[in-house]
Structure formats: C-alpha cells, structure tokens
C-alpha cells in the first residue's frame, strides 16, 4: 500500500516539474498570465507529490518499528 502512495508521489512530482518546463516555454513567448497561471498550478501539484512521498515514508517508518518491538 505505502508503495503505490510513493509512486503516485512521485509521479505528481514529476509533473509538477513539467508544468514549470512549460511555464518556461510560455515565458519565451512572452505569454507571463500564462506562464504565472501555471507556475500556481504546478507548486501545488509539487506540494501534493511531496506530502504523498513524505507521508508514505513516514507510514513505512512506523510499519518497520511497530514490527521491530
């Protein structure tokens, strides 16, 4: 379960950064609402994949200890 939570974070993560590739491209064309647009879009599709890795991690952690004792 904490493996595909993982995944899917990172695949948000990933994502996240090709919406800030594609802001880029809307900033050479002089297009800055577009690009602004997207920027807000991808932090928090980033945020998102962030707290899925993280919180996946932390969920891996305590399965380890509570086996552990």
């Known amino acids: 379960m904490f493996t ?3 995944i ?3 695949a ?3 994502i996240g950064l090709l919406f800030v590739r594609s802001a880029f491209d809307f900033l050479d064309t ?3 609402v577009e690009a602004s647009v997207t920027v ?3 932090s928090f599709v ?3 994949g962030i707290h899925l890795v993280k919180m ?3 969920a891996r952690i305590v399965e380890r200890d509570a086996a552990a004792n």
Do not use: D, P
């Open 4 to 6: 595909i939570r993982e």
């Open 8 to 10: 899917l974070g990172w």
């Open 12 to 14: 948000l993560i990933i």
């Open 30 to 32: 002089q297009k800055v």
């Open 40 to 42: 807000l879009a991808a």
């Open 46 to 48: 980033f945020r998102g």
């Open 56 to 58: 996946s991690i932390a």
